[in-house]
């Protein structure tokens, strides 16, 4: 069964810095785009930052200059560095990606978990 596990969130105190990690499990052969969403209580899933298997990035324009999305050398693993946290991005941050898997090389999109991310003011 193939799943996307993340990691690294927390709480911190504003200004300060977290990173989130989010791998596949399964029969995953590859990765094509990769993101991070987060949705705040009371509010929609968001964009925050999505990277392209050829590493183009985007952001969204509340953590441009904050944030760093990144891939890692294993396939379909990526991260998000997160610096100068601040309390509006308190929020549960979801990793996405459209993995190719199993035998047939099959293309699906797949939602993690979610991770709480807390920033104390």
């Known amino acids: 069964q193939v799943q996307l596990v993340e990691s690294g969130g927390g709480l911190v105190q504003a200004g300060g810095s977290l990173r989130l990690s989010c791998a596949a499990s399964?029969?995953?052969?590859?990765?094509?785009?990769m993101g991070w969403y987060r949705q705040a209580a009371g509010k929609q899933r968001e964009l925050v930052a999505a990277i392209t298997s050829g590493g183009d990035t985007n952001y969204a324009d509340s953590v441009k200059g904050r944030f760093a999305i990144s891939r890692g050398n294993v396939k379909s693993t990526v991260y998000l560095q997160m610096h100068s946290l601040k309390p509006e991005d308190t929020a549960v941050y979801y990793c996405?990606?459209?993995?190719?898997?199993?035998?047939?090389?099959?293309?699906?999109?797949?939602w993690g978990q979610g991770t709480q991310v807390t920033v104390s003011s």
């Open positions: 399964g029969i995953v052969l590859g990765a094509n785009r």
């Open positions: 996405n990606a459209e993995l190719v898997v199993g035998l047939a090389g099959s293309t699906f999109d797949y």
